[in-house]
Structure formats: structure tokens, C-alpha cells
């Protein structure tokens, strides 16, 4: 059985529209995400660092995932681009135009050498990342393809689309090994088990399948939302599969015993992605309240832990026979494994609720190679003790220096207290008084830009009014 509940530990707000896709880094320091706003952030899991936004698509980014080495982050967009970048406040980019159509999924091979992307323009792609160069197209479907994804050993790739197919191909012959008709409902996402025997389909129909593509047969049949299913994700031990709906639920299933052991709620509005991180302690979920919610794993930290067998171990499987909705259960060799746990990358500590705001680097350029910076600000560190030091970094790093009243002396020291006295430099009063002072303006100047967005969001609403009063 499962050990403790999961947990919410880091609550991250920045993207202007919903979040299309989540990934980790292979070492757990840093999450990217992708959004409807054309934009991608990298999200340090360090507290007190600076987060990244990039933007460099001109329409939105509809997946993102890190290289194997974490080296670079791949991102495709509606504009029919795939970009990749450098997950560092340099943010250095290339681009190639890779479909005639709005491109839903890329991904990393195993060895990070090649990219694999899906479009609407019904063709699946291979692509060489060093040289940016086309490989390969991967044909049969005839409809949008939603999603394509490497094997954990990039022997295969299985990709799922409106056309109501999952197609597994040979990515060194381009041939497709063996099709999967789904009879009600389209797959939207698909995803390899670590072990490679098995994948996994998200549904429009409210349904999660997971296939044995050894023997090409129905494993598991789930049907425990009353939302369509956008994601899944399989833990990186493989006993537990993470699914995210339309009815904004999120349900860990049991893979070992066939049943649903959670439900987690904590999202306004359906959830569109969730992401394991490398050592499964972590998970992060993203939802169309522009929200990222990062959570601690908890269930799989028993010491002694059920093994889902890699090979060349045999798993033995009962086929599924019957009623579809009975959960089919994986008959395995368990074996039990010690685990060591590690400290964790995330802090452990209360619910953190972070605000971001994009504040444009000196001299960009827009759709450049420069990355934007973006302070991170806890509410727990509002105090104007914290928000002098703040400032200070706020005003070098994004240069806007316009923003500091006069009173206050030149930007490079507004909150250099030694200075900030003339009759007395060392006069603590004076100094606690302009410390708590720049606290306030801070704290104002964010209301301001809260209230700024407010307005334009009134104000395209009553355009919307209006236009459709006129029709």
C-alpha cells in the first residue's frame, strides 16, 4: 500500500493564460513551463532565485521539455516553430520552422540527439537538435496529431491523434509497427511506461488506457473522470500513473493493484498538464487558472517499495477480459527494494504563493535571444526589513530607474542606508525609516500593475461586449 499523502509544496503564478505543458529538469533545480501567452518560464525550485520568462514565439507555446542533460529546453508553438533554448537568464534560442501546421508536442530522444514533433498538419517528425535539420516524417494518420513520444530506449515512437489512431513506428524505418483503433474518443496524450513494455493514452471520452505493446493488447481501462483526460505521467518507478482532467481533478492510479488511490483537487478549471520530476518525489500540475502547483510525491517514500520489473525481468500480465470498466490488474514478480532518501531540492515548508511580474532586461530587443528576469517575492518575506535588499537587486538587475522617487537619491543606492542620511549616515532611526519606506513604494508599485491589469482585462471584456452586440 502507498505511504503518506501527497502534499502542495510551492504554488507559482506568472503566465497570463493557461499552462499547456510542465517538465523538470533531470536534476530537480528547475521547472519549465509553456503557456497559451506565448511565453516560457523557467522556475528555479530554489526559494530567493529568479525565474526566467522568454519570449520569443509570436503565438502560443502548446508543449516544452527538457534535454536528457538539461543542457537545453525545447519548446513548440502554434506558430509552427519549435525553438530551443538555453535555460539561463543569457537565454540564447534557435529556431526552425518544422510544420505547415500549429505544432501540439515535442520530445527529446533518449540520448538528447533528436527531437520528435506532432502537428496538426497530420505528420509526425524526427529532427537532428545539432543541426537543426529534418530527418524524418512519420505518415498514416489523417487527422491532427496530438501528441508523439520517444521510447525510454528510442527504439520506437508512438504518437496519438484525432483520427481516433495510436500508431507505434520505427524511427529507422519511418514504417509504422502496429496501429491501436480506438472505437469512442481520441487520444489527446501518450506516454511511454519507464520500462518500455507498456504505454499509457489520455481520452477525450473520459478515459485513461494503458496497452501492452509486446503482445498489442488492452492492459487497464480507467474511467474515473467526468472530464475529458488531457495528461498523464507514469511515476519514474512505474507503479503509479498521475492523470489530469477537464473536471479539475487530478487521480493517482495504482498500477500494481488496477485502482484509483487518489484524488487530488487544487486547481480552478480543467488541469492541462502534469509532469513526474526525475526521482518521482516531485510532481507539478498546471491548469487554465494560469496556476503551476508543485507537490511532494509522499505515497512512494515507504521504505520498502513494490517494484514494477524492468527488463529482461518478465512481467506477467492478465489480459483484459470482460467489462472495460473493471480495472485489470497487473499480475508482477514484485520485488521489494530499500530506498534511500535523499533531501529534497524543494524546501519543505508552508504553501508558498508567489506573484510574478515581467520586467524587460535594458536595452532587449523583442524575439530576441535575451531572456527576461523576474524577481522572485514570497508574502512571507513582505517585511520592509526584506524588500530593502529586494529593491535594490530589483533596480540594478532590470534598470528602471525611473521608477524610484527623487527623494530617495540616485538608483544605484536607493536603498543604500549608509548614504541615504546627509545629516547623519549612521542614524539607525533614519535608517529603519527608509528602509520601511521603500517597502511601501514596492508594495504600491505592484498594486499599481495589479490594478493596470485589471483594467486591460475590463476593457477587453467590453470590447468582447460590444463586438458581439454588433453582430
Sequence with gaps: MPGDDPTLERHFRGHRDTVTALAFNSTMTQLASSSLDSSIMIWNMRQHIRAFSFKAHKD?????????????????????????????VQGETGEFRAHTGTIRSVHFSPDGKCLV?????????????ARKRFISALLGHNNWVRCARFAPDGQLIVSAS?????????????????????????????????????????????????????????????????????????????????????????KVMDLLEGRPIYTLQGHEGPITCVTFSANGQYFASGGADQQILVWKTNF?????????????????????KHDLNSSVIFQVDARKVVMVKSEPDIHESAIESIDLEERTAPNQIPYCNTAETVDLVSEEDSSPD????????????????????????????????????PADSNDKSTKQVLEKLCGQVEMLRKSIVLMEERLTLIEDKTKDIVLSKDQ
Design 386 to 421: 526584506k524588500y530593502s535588499d529586494c529593491v535594490e537587486r530589483h533596480f540594478k538587475v532590470a534598470g528602471r530607474v525611473s521608477r524610484i522617487p527623487e527623494h530617495l537619491g540616485q538608483p544605484s543606492s536607493a536603498c543604500d542606508t549608509k548614504n541615504s542620511s
Design 162 to 250: 484525432d483520427d481516433k489512431t495510436v500508431r507505434l513506428y520505427d524511427p529507422k524505418s519511418s514504417l509504422c509497427v502496429h496501429t491501436f483503433q480506438e472505437i469512442t474518443g481520441s487520444a489527446v496524450n501518450v506516454e511511454f511506461h519507464p520500462n518500455g513494455t507498456c504505454i499509457g493514452t489520455a481520452m477525450t471520452n473520459n478515459v485513461v488506457k494503458v496497452y501492452d505493446i509486446r503482445v498489442n493488447k488492452l492492459l487497464q481501462h480507467y474511467h474515473n473522470h467526468d472530464g475529458a483526460v488531457n495528461k498523464i505521467a507514469f511515476h519514474p518507478y512505474g507503479n503509479y500513473l498521475l492523470t489530469a482532467s477537464n473536471d479539475s481533478t487530478m
Design 300 to 320: 512512494d517514500c515507504e521504505n520498502l517499495l513494490r517494484e514494477f520489473p524492468h527488463q529482461p525481468h518478465e512481467t506477467h500480465l492478465k489480459e483484459a
Design 117 to 129: 514533433t506532432a502537428s496538426d498538419d497530420k505528420s509526425v517528425k524526427i529532427w537532428d537538435v
Design 60 to 88: 502560443g507555446v502548446m508543449d516544452i521539455c527538457f534535454s536528457p542533460s538539461g543542457h537545453l529546453v525545447a519548446s513548440a508553438s502554434r506558430d509552427r516553430s519549435v525553438r530551443l533554448w538555453v535555460p539561463s
